[in-house]
């Protein structure tokens, strides 16, 4: 007989145990849980991630937005953030409150120091993440957004085995040297059975401010065709756009998203809607 099986279960099984409860229970409180991926950095996930908080908390849906890249936490510098989680009630841990619809949480609000490296090895990202699930009171949400870092390693695989029902958006730039990783992107979702809310091609196509016309950067397009030889939706195309950049170093994507009549928004919106629809 396998003696493994027979042995009582030690304080470790059963704190795993009790943590696995907490999580399904506050996952079982949070309607449509998004994680944003891709295979290069610096395609534009964290934007991405914080213009849909922003969009969604915005048409009235609670938003949780989850940054879980540890080795480079990007959004609260993106939201301006300075502050930290909120523990004022004793035994409680909640999320920082950016508006009424929209809560964060960032290794950064744990940190504190904004430059400091920190060294992790798998194990300790592992837990961190599922501490970020268990041990935050998220509340009731439509959405939890969660930002990961490029790539398929401990991080999205947590999330992955984390979140049972979590959805992927893929987000990648026209070129091919981008849509070659995010093919293993798709076949990761693929191999641990996440669903593809689809993919959105960002930084596709300039609008030349002098003459208007569209000029094509990184090239255009290639990230419908990938979607449609890979079989899974294609969501929209987003600009490169220099208030984007300036926006986001700033901390003011919240004000960028206000502006009427900017491409930028129109295409966000037809994407918000399709994620919306599902
Ligand atoms: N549509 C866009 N137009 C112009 N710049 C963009 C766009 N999307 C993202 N960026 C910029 O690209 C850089 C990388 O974006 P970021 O969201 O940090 O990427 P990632 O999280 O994938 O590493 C940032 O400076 C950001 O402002
Ligand atoms: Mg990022």
């Excluded at 213009?51 to 609260?76: A, E, F, T």
């Excluded at 009731?140 to 992927?168: H, R």
Aim: glycine share 10%; net charge negative; proline share 5%.
């Amino acid at each position: 007989m396998n003696e493994a099986n027979t042995a009582a279960p030690t304080p470790g099984d059963l704190e795993r145990a009790e943590q696995d409860k907490m999580i399904e229970d506050n996952l079982g409180r949070i309607r449509r849980k998004i994680m944003v991926m891709s295979g290069k950095g610096g395609v534009g996930k964290s934007t991405v991630a914080t213009y849909l908080s922003l969009l969604l908390s915005r048409n009235g849906k609670k938003v949780g937005l989850l940054d879980v890249d540890l080795h480079g936490p990007s959004i609260p510098r993106l939201m301006n953030i300075q502050g930290g989680l909120d523990m004022h009630e004793e035994g409680v841990v909640r999320p920082y409150s950016f508006s009424d619809n929209l809560s964060v949480v960032s290794l950064e609000m744990v940190l504190g120091d904004k430059d400091t490296a920190v060294i992790w090895r798998g194990p300790l990202k592992i837990s961190a993440i599922r501490q970020f699930i268990s041990d935050i009171d998220w509340g009731d949400l439509d959405y939890l957004i969660v930002d990961s870092p490029p790539g398929t390693g401990d991080e999205p695989l947590t999330v992955a085995q984390t979140i049972p029902d979590a959805e992927a958006l893929i987000i990648t730039t026209p070129q091919e040297i981008s849509l070659a990783d995010v093919r293993k992107s798709i076949n990761f979702c693929k191999q641990v059975n996440m669903k593809i809310t689809g993919v959105v091609e960002n930084m596709s196509g300039f609008g030349c401010p002098h003459c208007g016309k569209k000029i094509s950067i990184f090239g255009s397009g290639g990230g419908k065709v990938m979607a449609r030889q890979m079989d899974v939706p294609f969501l929209g195309q987003i600009p490169l756009d220099s208030q984007m950049v300036e926006m986001g170093d700033k901390g003011k994507l919240d004000v960028l998203t206000e502006k009427a009549g900017l491409e930028i928004n129109k295409v966000y919106e037809k994407i918000v809607n399709r994620i919306v629809k599902g």
